[in-house]
């Protein structure tokens, strides 16, 4: 898992730390007319080709008509076995255009897809679902193979009608009377049915991310729906799922009819028209040879087009449109209908509101009704026993989980930034580690000043001047598997503090450094001009530095100062009196063995405290303190120190 996440304006994901609220997608209809426009040179280039392309559509009708009437029905075989060499030529050219056509198709359906990843993938970041694998692997490929398939029939069709109305005016004006009024008919028809057509796609294709989310969810929770007894119930959940595909794919399938009427209309009528009024057209003048040479304009060239036109914009067209709508833009809702944004009041860096929350329906709550509002400029230590619920709690904040009920408000993904215990390092220059996410939202290039004198302020604040002075500074290669797990969080540490977020959450992400190094990292980010601070405590002493303190216990959450809460809360107790007790500049202080006696009384009739621990009654040096979450003690003897003492 990455330590950050900043995109917005500067357009760079580190890692899946923000929630539902996405970047504002930009509007189709905007972002689309940009998109072509920016390959003006690709689109004339594949227009060019298929000009050349469609030159065998004109050319075909026009010199069977000129064969028969110029050459077979006169009694010159030789003209008309010309005309037909010449149309024969004219398909080889084509030919020819259609290949370059594939060329620059090509040329303007990769840069999509790529577009479309990049954005899938941002917003996965942002906004975690099931439905995300879906969006990536089937409907990145929709849009990508819809988008090449209906350049080909669009083009091809505007290319082709062109040449066959502008070969039936050559052959015989009045032939336009015949063809023209059915072919707009149905057009006007079809281009009707296209957004009832598109709202029955986008029902379809979300009841398909209804199935890849809700079948996510049951593979994933499979032992508690087991312990629960609730094959049942959750097996009928996923037929829901089915079935609204299946009536979302029936109501697909009747409207498409209205494309095979507009198809019928467009494309058959005028053949039908043509044969019943040849008697008609003959009488006015038409040769049998221009009859013929329409017919082949109608059957071989329009027809073929108008099916590839109706079949690619009724079918991949609409699902085009829809996909593409759904893969950029924001989503209207959290899990838990609330909208994406919720930003806090002016003055509140984050607000957690009732929240409850579990992994799983069926999965005990990790909290329940949980309220806790943390200022703007606030720094606030969260401790509690390991399993309690303390990075679930950092998830919330950060964005990377929504609650199952209440409500979370927090700043926009730009403005907030995770580091976790596991600090994410790449292989790359000293700066592109750590100015990872300085990036600008215009061309994602790094946001420098031409100078790196912030970037070693940076470190030297956070304590990592001596590292980035051994790897080379700024433009020293970075090798993650050469550094420490101490020397990648200071990195991540580095990198976070010259994000430009002001909301900052430590999830045990100085755990690998020594009590000095911590304090340092953490003095610096609580001094950040208009910085939050949100630490999940590694030591007491990082409870002992913030303003506030959190003390979870699974069942109830009590907030206060360090000195408060030794008084009130039995935990926090315990707690200190299990971590070694530390000055916040690192250094050891005598334990306070007053406070931090259990609140139990000792009952052993040899004076030894029920509750064993460090410093208490009866301890002989035997008894080892508890050590941080996470972390294991070295398997080893301890020494017998006599009958009583060691035991």
């Not at 504002?24 to 080709?49: C, D, H, I, M, Q």
């Not at 296209?194 to 994933?220: H, K, N, S």
């Not at 097996?235 to 009427?261: I, P, T």
Request: proline share 6%; hydrophobic share 45%.
């Amino acid at each position: 898992m990455s330590e950050a996440v900043q995109a917005g304006r500067r357009g760079a994901a580190a890692g899946p730390t923000a929630g539902h609220g996405t970047v504002p997608g930009e509007p189709l209809r905007r972002s689309g007319p940009r998109f072509l426009k920016r390959r003006r040179r690709v689109l004339g280039r594949l227009a060019g080709w298929s000009l050349v392309e469609s030159a065998q559509t004109f050319l075909f009708g026009f010199a069977l008509a000129r064969a028969l009437d110029d050459g077979f029905l006169r009694g010159a075989p030789a003209v008309g076995i010309g005309w037909l060499a010449a149309a024969a030529v004219c398909v080889g050219a084509g030919a020819y255009g259609t290949a370059r056509v594939y060329g620059a198709v090509a040329d303007l359906v990769e840069p999509l897809r790529d577009s479309l990843v990049r954005k899938v993938v941002r917003r996965a970041l942002y906004a975690p679902d099931g439905a995300a694998v879906s969006r990536l692997t089937h409907q990145v490929e929709i849009a990508r193979d819809t988008f090449a398939g209906l350049v080909l029939v669009s083009r091809s069709f505007v290319f082709v009608t062109a040449g066959a109305l502008a070969g039936l005016c050559s052959l015989a004006p009045v032939l336009l009377l015949l063809v023209l009024p059915p072919l707009l008919l149905g057009l006007a028809l079809f281009g009707w049915a296209l957004r009832p057509m598109a709202r029955r796609q986008e029902t379809f294709l979300a009841a398909d991310e209804a199935i890849a989310e809700e079948t996510g969810a049951a593979v994933g929770g499979l032992r508690d729906i087991t312990a629960a007894g609730a094959e049942r119930t959750v097996a009928g959940a996923v037929d829901e799922r089915f079935d609204a595909e299946q009536r979302a794919s029936a109501a697909l399938a009747r409207w498409s009819m209205c494309r095979v009427l507009a198809l019928g209309i467009s494309g058959r009528l005028p053949i039908v028209l043509l044969l019943l009024g040849a008697p008609w057209l003959l009488g006015r003048g038409v040769t049998p040879g221009a009859l013929v040479g329409a017919l082949a304009y109608l059957t071989q060239s329009l027809l073929p087009a108008l099916q590839s036109l109706m079949h690619g914009l009724g079918t991949s067209g609409t699902r085009l449109g829809v996909v593409l709508r759904r893969l950029t833009a924001e989503p209207v809702t959290g899990p838990d209908g609330a909208p994406p944004h919720r930003t806090p009041h002016q003055g509140i860096a984050v607000e957690l509101s009732g929240v409850t929350f579990a992994y799983g329906p069926h999965a005990d709550p990790v909290f329940r009704d949980l309220d806790l509002t943390v200022p703007d400029g606030g720094h606030l230590a969260v401790v509690g026993p390991s399993g309690i619920g303390k990075s679930t709690l950092a998830g919330l904040v950060a964005g990377l989980l929504e609650p199952d009920g209440g409500e979370v408000r927090r700043p926009a993904a730009a403005d907030r930034v995770l580091v976790p215990q596991e600090a994410y390092v790449f292989s790359g220059t000293v700066r592109d580690n750590v100015r990872y996410l300085c990036t600008d939202g215009r061309d994602g290039q790094e946001d420098r000043d031409g100078s790196d004198a912030d970037l070693l302020a940076a470190a030297e604040k956070i304590g990592a001047g001596a590292l980035l002075a051994r790897l080379g500074g700024p433009d020293g290669t970075l090798v993650p598997a050469e550094l420490s797990a101490g020397e990648r969080q200071l990195i991540a540490l580095v990198r976070a503090y010259l994000a430009p977020a002001p909301l900052v959450v430590l999830d045990e992400a100085t755990c690998h450094l020594d009590p000095a190094a911590e304090a340092r990292a953490e003095r610096a980010f609580a001094d950040r001009p208009g910085g939050t601070l949100i630490v999940v405590a590694h030591r007491i002493s990082s409870a002992l530095r913030a303003e506030r303190v959190l003390v979870m216990d699974g069942t109830h959450a009590r907030t206060g100062r360090h000195g408060d809460l030794l008084r009130r809360s039995e935990l926090y107790r315990e707690l200190a009196g299990g971590w070694a007790h530390e000055e916040p500049g690192g250094g050891a202080a005598p334990r306070a063995a007053g406070p931090l006696q259990p609140a139990l009384p000792a009952r052993d009739a040899d004076g030894v405290d029920a509750v064993a621990g460090p410093g208490l009654a009866g301890d002989g040096g035997h008894v080892v303190a508890h050590g941080p979450g996470r972390q294991m003690q070295d398997a080893g003897d301890l020494g017998d120190r006599g009958a009583l003492g060691g035991q």
